[in-house]
Structure formats: structure tokens, C-alpha cells
């Protein structure tokens, strides 16, 4: 990418970044964000990744809340056993764990799952909620471009190796559910097929907005299979809204001193931001429908890109390639 391209892709992101603050200012000044009730879930699992801070944090107590099981995962052991003690205290929950798992390691992603296994639980929501943002040019473990690598390949590797314990868990009337988050980055996002590891000069805007434009064309392709499968699992993403996290720590320094003194009007808590994920994760309004992408708790369209059957199927078939899942896609929809 020329510098050129890398200064119009950080001025896509921050004019995504600009239109969502201004409609979440305008929806404060109209009354505000009003919470969601949802029904409480008791005998649910669910498994939310990147559940230590943030959105992801907020997300996990919300579930605990509602009476679910909840497994909360990342890759900060410490952190994770005090934010479990804190959700039980609050919560009064005594079902919820942690367990490590570093998505940024395909090798980890596969520990963490067999720990998970080894406990033969069922699963009937998965938060694919990790992630990085605009962090310096670096790679994963396995030699993955950093957003790529963790934001959506770890999770492609997560669904895949969960997918038979989702199946298992989901029944006529009450699906399983892999929920996905994505951002409105993703409107300015570009999949480059032929250079997915943002080699040559690199852009962490691009990266990220790129990331997160995967992980939507991932979840529609995902709905397609397991709609073809006849499964009851189905598959959701959704977009938080600018919300106030420590996401922004690798932002430009202006954007940061803006939030710190402006957060209140322009950013969403983290409790407003987690509500979309609950509301996909436990919602009957989408019992059995999949394939949506999900702003403030509604359907609404993503990129027009991410509609294209052909690039989903592309992008699945090298992200099997490339971390070793066997691609099932083409038996399905052939036979
Ligand atoms: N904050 C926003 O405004 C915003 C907007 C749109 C989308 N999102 C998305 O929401 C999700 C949550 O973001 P947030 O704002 O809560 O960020 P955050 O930085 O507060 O939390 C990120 C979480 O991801 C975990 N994580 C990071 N690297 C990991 C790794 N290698 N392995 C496992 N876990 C890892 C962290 O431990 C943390 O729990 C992200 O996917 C982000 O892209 C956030």
C-alpha cells in the first residue's frame, strides 16, 4: 500500500469512526440508550472471547446475569480470575470460569478447545468478541499480520474446531448461536484476497477495517453452511457503535485526548455497547435466523461487498488454507 493509500484508508476510518459518534450524540440528546430486558437463560453455556475488558467484560456479566453458564476467555490469566471473582460477586452467578486462550496462537486456540471439551459441556452461544486495533505493524505466533492473524483468523480456527459441540447443543426452537462482532470500520474495509497479510507498506487502519470486513463475510458464509447442514446453530454479527474501551490505546493521540474529554457524549458505555451482542446471543425475536448484521439491537446492511457469495466462499476456502481446518464447504453445497 503507497503512503498515499494508507493516509485515505486512516481518513476512512476516522470519517466511519466521526458518523457513528454523531448519530449515538444525537440518540443521547433524544433520550438516550434505554436497556433491553431480555428472558433469563438458565442450563445455557456460552463462551465469550475477549472477556476481560470492555465490551467483552460488560457482555459476559450481562450473560451471568440472565442465570448462563459463562466461559470467559483471553490471554490474561490473572486478569481473568479477578473479573470472575468480581461477576460472581455481582452477579451472585457461581457458574462462570475462566480459561486461557491466546487467540493471536492457532496452537493455543486448539488447547483451549480440547480444555474446553474435556469438561463435556454443551455450547449454545460463542462471543467471537477479541480483539486488536490499529496496533504496529507485527505478527501472530503463526506469522499472521496481527488484525488478521487474532481478529479474524483465531476466531475462524475458534468456530471451526467448536462448531460439532455447537451442533450438538442446538435443537428445533432453540438454536445454538455464534455471534461475531465486527464495527462500522468495516463499511470502509477492503479485502485485498491477493494480499491479506497487509505486506509492503503498511497501514493499521487498513488492517483492522480489513479484519472486520473478514469476520462479516466469515459469519455470512458460516449461516449459509449451517443452514445447508440443517443444523440448529445459527450465525449473527454485529457492530457495537463507538464505544469507550481501552481499544483506542494505539490511536492517534488527538483521537484519545477526544475521547478522554468528550466520552460521555460521543462514546457508548460499555454497557450500551455489549447490549447488541446479548441481544443477539439470547434474544426469541432471532430464534432460528441467522445471517444478519446487527446495529443498536436491529437488522441493518452491511457493505455491499460482503452480500458477494463468491468472495465468501474465496476468503473461506484460504482461510482453510491457511491455518489447516478442512474446508467442508464445497462437499455440502455440491452434494
Ligand atoms: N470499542 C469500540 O468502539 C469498538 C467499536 C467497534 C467494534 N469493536 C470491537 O469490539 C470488540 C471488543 O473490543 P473492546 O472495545 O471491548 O476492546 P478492549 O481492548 O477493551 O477488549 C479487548 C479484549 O480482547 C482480548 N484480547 C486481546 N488480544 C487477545 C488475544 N491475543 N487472545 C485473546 N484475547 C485477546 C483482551 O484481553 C480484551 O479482553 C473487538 O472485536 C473490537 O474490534 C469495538
Partial sequence: MSPLSAVLAALRVYAAGVAVMLTQLLRRCRGGFVEPVFPRQPDRVAIVTGGTEGIGLATCRHLARLGMRVIIVA?????????????????????????????????????????FKEKKLPLHVLVNNAGVMMVPQNKTVDGFEKHFGLNYLGHFVLTNLLLDTLKASGCPGRSARVVTVSSATHYVGKLDMENLQSSGSYSPHNAYAQSKLALVLFSYHLQKLLAAQGSHVTANVVDPGVVNTNLYKHVFWGTRLFKKLFAWWFFKTVDEGAWTSVYAAVTPDLEGVGGLYLYNEKKTQSLAVTYDLELQEQLWARSCQMTGIVDVTRDVFSG
Avoid: M, P, W
Fill in 75 to 115: 490471554n490474561h490469566e490473572a486478569n481473568g480470575q479477578e473479573v470472575v471473582r468480581k461477576i460472581k460477586e455481582e452477579t451472585l452467578n457461581e457458574k462462570v470460569e475462566f480459561l486461557y486462550c491466546d487467540l493471536g496462537s492457532l496452537r493455543s486456540v486448539r488447547e483451549f478447545v480440547c480444555t
